[in-house]
DNA sequence: CGAGGTACCTGACAGC
DNA sequence: TGCTGTCAGGTACCTC
C-alpha cells in the first residue's frame, strides 16, 4: 500500500496523537506479524508500560521511539493500516495486533493480506530489522544532493525503473511515485541507469523531490486500500499523470498511456514523452 | 551486480 | 452462480 508519502502523513499523525502516552497492553491476534524477537511474548513484555517519546520515519519504516532505548519498527508492505481508535472500539477483520493505550486509545495495526510486520528493537542497533539497516539515502533530506545522486547513479547498468524501487539505493519510492517521477522527468521506465545523460539525471533529480513533496502534501494517494490514521483517504490519486491512467490521454501531448511489465511490476508511461 | 522467479496472503475483477 | 486466472501500494530469498 504506502510509499513514502503516506508513511509519512501517518508518522505526523501518530506524532500528534501518541507522544507521551504509554502503551499499556498489546494482543497479538497473529504472530506471523511479529517480525522481531522471535517470540511473541518477548515482543509483547519489551513494549508493555514503555512511554511513546516521539514518533519517525525511515523510508516506509515507521519508528516509534519508546522510553528506555527501545524502538518499535513498523512497516504496513502492501495492504497496512495503523488507526487510532477510542478504548472498545470494534475489532475489524483484518486487525491483527492491538496496542492498548494507558489513556483511553487504542491503535490498530490493520493488514488484509497480512504482508506487514511488527518489531521490537534497541535504538541503537536496527540490525534485526535487515531492511531498515540497509536502507539508501533519505531522497528529501539535505545530504541527498544532485551531485551524490550522479554518484549513485555511475556504473549502474541497472534498469532506472528496477533501480528506483530498490531501497538499498533510495529509500522510500514505490511503485506509484516511481512511475510519476520517471513521467515527470520524460524518461523511459526501461532506459539503463548509466546511460542518462546529465540533464536527464538532473531532471529526474528534481522529479523525484517534487512527487514527493507534493504526495505528502496532498497526504498521500488512495485508490484501493491507503487511509489515515482516521480512515481518512489522500487526495494525491486525482493528481497522478501515469499511474493507474492506462488508455487514458497523457496530459501532456494528448497520446496513450500505456501499461507494461517493467522491472517486475506494473508500469505506467507515455510512449511519446518518455522515448 | 542484475534479472527473473517464487513466496508470503486476501480480495477484486474479468472471462468463461 | 461459480470456477479459474490475473492483478494489487512490498520485500525476502533463491538461482542463473
Same mark, same amino acid.
Request: charged fraction near 30%; include cysteine; proline fraction near 3%.
Given at each position: 500500500?504506502?510509499?513514502?508519502?503516506?508513511?509519512?502523513?501517518?508518522?505526523?499523525?501518530l506524532?500528534?496523537?501518541?507522544?507521551?502516552?504509554?502503551?499499556?497492553?498489546?494482543?497479538?491476534?497473529?504472530?506471523?506479524?511479529?517480525?522481531?524477537?522471535?517470540?511473541?511474548?518477548e515482543?509483547?513484555?519489551?513494549?508493555?508500560?514503555?512511554e511513546?517519546?516521539?514518533?519517525?520515519?525511515?523510508g516506509?519504516?515507521?519508528?516509534?521511539?519508546?522510553?528506555?532505548?527501545?524502538?518499535?519498527v513498523?512497516?504496513?508492505?502492501?495492504?497496512?493500516?495503523?488507526?487510532?481508535?477510542?478504548?472498545?472500539?470494534a475489532?475489524?477483520?483484518?486487525?491483527?495486533?492491538?496496542?492498548?493505550?494507558?489513556?483511553?486509545?487504542?491503535?490498530?495495526?490493520?493488514?488484509?493480506?497480512?504482508?506487514?510486520?511488527?518489531?521490537?528493537?534497541?535504538?541503537?542497533?536496527?540490525?534485526?530489522?535487515?531492511?531498515?539497516?540497509?536502507?539508501?539515502?533519505?531522497?528529501?533530506?539535505?545530504?541527498?544532493?544532485?551531485?551524490?545522486?550522479?554518484?549513485m547513479?555511475?556504473?549502474?547498468r541497472?534498469?532506472?525503473?528496477?533501480?528506483?524501487?530498490?531501497?538499498?539505493f533510495?529509500?522510500g519510492?514505490?511503485?506509484?511515485?516511481?512511475d510519476?517521477?520517471?513521467?515527470?522527468?520524460?524518461i523511459?521506465?526501461a532506459?539503463?541507469?548509466?546511460?542518462?545523460t546529465?540533464?536527464?539525471? =538532473?531532471?529526474?533529480?528534481?522529479?523525484?523531490? &517534487?512527487?514527493?513533496?507534493?504526495? +505528502?502534501?496532498? !497526504? *498521500? %494517494?488512495? $485508490?484501493?486500500?491507503?487511509?489515515n490514521?482516521?480512515?481518512?483517504?489522500?487526495?494525491?490519486?486525482?493528481?497522478?499523470?501515469?499511474?493507474?491512467?492506462?488508455? =487514458?490521454?497523457?496530459?501532456?501531448?494528448?497520446g &496513450?498511456?500505456?501499461?507494461?511489465? +517493467?522491472?517486475? !511490476? *506494473? %508500469?505506467? $508511461?507515455c510512449?511519446?514523452?518518455?522515448?
Open positions: 500500500m504506502p510509499e513514502l508519502p503516506e508513511v509519512e502523513t501517518i508518522v505526523r499523525e506524532r500528534q496523537h501518541l507522544a507521551g502516552e504509554i502503551i499499556a497492553d498489546i494482543v497479538v491476534e497473529d504472530e506471523r506479524l511479529v517480525g522481531y524477537p522471535e517470540e511473541t511474548g515482543f509483547i513484555r519489551g513494549i508493555s508500560g514503555r511513546i517519546e516521539d514518533v519517525r520515519r525511515r516506509k519504516y515507521i519508528l516509534i521511539m519508546l522510553s528506555g532505548e527501545k524502538t518499535l513498523i512497516h504496513l508492505r502492501m495492504t497496512g493500516k495503523l488507526l487510532l481508535k477510542k478504548a472498545g472500539a475489532i475489524d477483520k483484518h486487525t491483527h495486533v492491538i496496542f492498548h493505550l494507558k489513556d483511553d486509545g487504542e491503535l490498530h495495526f490493520n493488514n488484509l493480506r497480512k504482508f506487514g510486520r511488527v518489531y521490537l528493537v534497541a535504538s541503537d542497533d536496527y540490525a534485526p530489522v535487515g531492511g531498515l539497516a540497509c536502507l539508501g539515502p533519505e531522497p528529501l533530506s539535505e545530504d541527498f544532493t544532485l551531485e551524490k545522486f550522479r554518484e547513479l555511475e556504473g549502474r541497472a534498469v532506472i525503473k528496477s533501480l528506483l524501487l530498490k531501497q538499498s533510495l529509500a519510492l514505490g511503485n506509484i511515485y516511481t510519476e517521477a520517471l513521467f515527470l522527468a520524460g523511459h521506465p532506459r539503463k541507469a548509466d546511460q542518462l546529465g540533464g536527464e539525471i =538532473e531532471k529526474l533529480y528534481t522529479a523525484i523531490k &517534487e512527487v514527493l513533496t507534493r504526495g +505528502i502534501k496532498y !497526504r *498521500g %494517494t488512495s $485508490f484501493s486500500d491507503y487511509v490514521t482516521m480512515g481518512g483517504e489522500g487526495d494525491f490519486q486525482h493528481r497522478l499523470q501515469v499511474y493507474q491512467r492506462v488508455g =487514458e490521454e497523457c496530459f501532456r501531448c494528448g &496513450e498511456i500505456e501499461k507494461e511489465k +517493467i522491472a517486475g !511490476r *506494473g %508500469t505506467h $508511461f510512449p511519446h514523452c518518455q522515448e
